[in-house]
């Protein structure tokens, strides 16, 4: 028990006896006072110097403690009293907004060598997918081959959809259903 108690003592007598005590000032070091410097005797013949004056730098003064002034305290804020809602006027029926309209799509310029090419490619995948889904159709399927022959359809209708507008994106939709349905044909033969 006397040991739970002497910490506590302890630390209120270091921490009070710091805190109270007041440390005094410093005292700056007296001046150096300035030793004149002899100069040697001109020579004969010689134009005479002029004397050049040392500078001498003024004692900084002591610096003294300054006091601030406490900061201001903000005054409460008093929250004004809800007011009664006004009744609402009575709208007239508008008509409905028209809808908005979709942001313009960014296709890839296309060089003609390009567009026929990419035509070609689409007709040919779109071909071999559509002949692979008549052959998956007239299979028994699982439920996993039955969602990838569903998702084959749909890139299918993409691209057809696709084609007018935008001719990358119908070739991308047509290889990727070219490649899932020969991939779905090799795996459950």
Do not use: W
């Not at 007041?22 to 002029?50: M, N, S, T, Y």
């Not at 692979?132 to 209708?157: P, W």
Request: charged share 25%.
């Amino acid at each position: 028990m006397r040991r739970f108690l002497f910490f506590p003592v302890l630390l209120v007598l270091v921490l009070g006896a710091s805190s109270c005590k007041k440390k005094p000032r410093p005292q700056l070091p007296p001046a150096v006072p300035q030793i004149p410097v002899e100069q040697p005797a001109p020579e004969p013949g010689a134009p005479p110097e002029e004397p050049v004056e040392e500078r001498t730098e003024p004692e900084p003064a002591p610096l003294e403690p300054v006091e601030m002034a406490p900061a201001p305290v903000p005054d409460p804020v008093v929250e004004p009293e809800p007011e009664e809602p006004a009744p609402a006027p009575v709208a007239e029926p508008e008509s409905p907004a028209p809808p908005p309209k979709p942001a313009p799509q960014l296709a890839p310029l296309l060089s003609p060598e390009q567009q026929s090419r990419y035509s070609m490619e689409i007709d040919a995948g779109l071909a071999r997918a559509r002949r692979n889904v008549a052959v998956l159709s007239r299979r028994r399927l699982a439920d996993s081959d039955k969602a990838a022959l569903n998702r084959i359809r749909t890139f299918i209708h993409q691209a057809e959809s696709l084609r007018a507008s935008d001719l990358a994106a119908a070739h991308g939709l047509a290889r990727r259903a070219d490649v899932l349905s020969a991939e779905l044909v090799d795996s459950t033969r």
